[in-house]
């Protein structure tokens, strides 16, 4: 009798413990009709999800260079930072998708052979705000990411301002004109995407894809309807893009928040940078 007490006590205690944590489907396909490879992402679903009919906001969270859409679960454990979050009441429930980026710096190749932007916007968030239950209204939409990842979520934020609400970039690569032109890797890193670099100024493919530049052509009205969260660690090699970024932004009195904290370009500094990015993105979904 005391066994099957216990017994019972375990599995009603071992329901409740499960229920708290979020689902996760990793490397899932997505068959895009703009880009000739299946697109894969990986899904947080948070804890309520299949027990409740409600609908959630979303975070898409971007990737870094040379890693794909598990790096976030995998390394950053965005899960486990999300479920903690979730139960302590410090964000609301949400969605987080993390699509594979690979290596597009998430842009439309100057070639036009790999148009991810366009694949993004057109097809990707209308698909997983169709296939989940999501707000789908720009209040109910955030975008963030790391390093490559930070950079895309601050270039996709300011080309389409109408569909965010928030934007995180943690250790956004970034780059300033001066570094582009001195960069000895430029075509290892860049030209596949970019284009071949011109000799004394960088191209207008690379302007009409750098935050840096976009903060000239977008509609400043339009750019200060997005909430922003710029956070690089005071070692990182990056510092030069984020910190021209943060001057330029408060030249142009557009209203963000600045973090440099002790660390590096390292997954220990981007943990703490998705909790704290977390709970800057809860300022507009939660009521």
Same mark, same amino acid.
């Given at each position: ?94 969605? /987080? ?37 999501? +707000? ?6 955030? /975008? %963030? ?11 996709? %934020? ?22 582009? /032109? ?43 309807? /997005? ?31 600045? +973090? ?10 981007? +943990? ?16």
């Amino acid at each position: 009798m005391k066994n099957a007490i216990l017994l019972f006590i375990l599995l009603v205690f071992g329901t409740v413990a499960s229920a708290q944590h979020g689902k996760v489907f990793e490397s899932l396909e997505f068959k895009s009709n703009l880009v000739h490879y299946p697109v894969e992402y990986s899904i947080y679903l948070p804890p309520d999800y299949y027990t409740s009919e409600r609908s959630y906001p979303v975070l898409y969270l971007l990737h870094g260079y040379s890693d794909d859409e598990t790096g976030w679960i995998q390394f950053g454990e965005a899960n486990r930072i999300s479920d903690e979050g979730i139960a302590n009441g410090d964000f609301p429930p949400c969605i /987080i998708v993390m699509p594979d980026g690979k290596v597009s710096w998430y842009i439309n190749s100057a070639d036009g052979n790999d148009p991810w932007e366009d694949m993004f916007i057109q097809e990707f968030i209308p698909f997983i705000e169709k296939e989940y239950r999501i +707000r789908s209204k720009k209040e109910f939409r955030a /975008i %963030a990411g790391l390093s490559m990842g930070g950079n895309g979520s601050l270039l996709l %934020a300011m080309r389409n301002p109408d569909l965010f609400t928030s934007c995180v970039a943690m250790s956004a690569g970034t780059f300033t004109d001066e570094e582009s /032109i001195a960069n000895d890797q430029y075509d290892a890193y860049f030209k596949n995407i970019y284009g071949a670099k011109p000799k004394n100024d960088v191209s207008e493919h690379w302007k009409a894809n750098s935050p840096l530049h976009l903060l000239d052509s977008v509609d400043i009205k339009k750019l200060k309807s /997005i909430r922003w969260y710029i956070d690089c660690g005071d070692d990182d090699f990056l510092y030069k893009g984020n910190s021209a970024l943060h001057v330029k932004m408060r030249n142009l009195e557009i209203p963000h928040q600045y +973090r440099v904290r002790n660390g590096g370009h390292e997954w220990s500094y981007w +943990r703490t940078g998705l909790f704290d990015g977390l709970k800057f993105i809860a300022d507009d979904f939660h009521r």
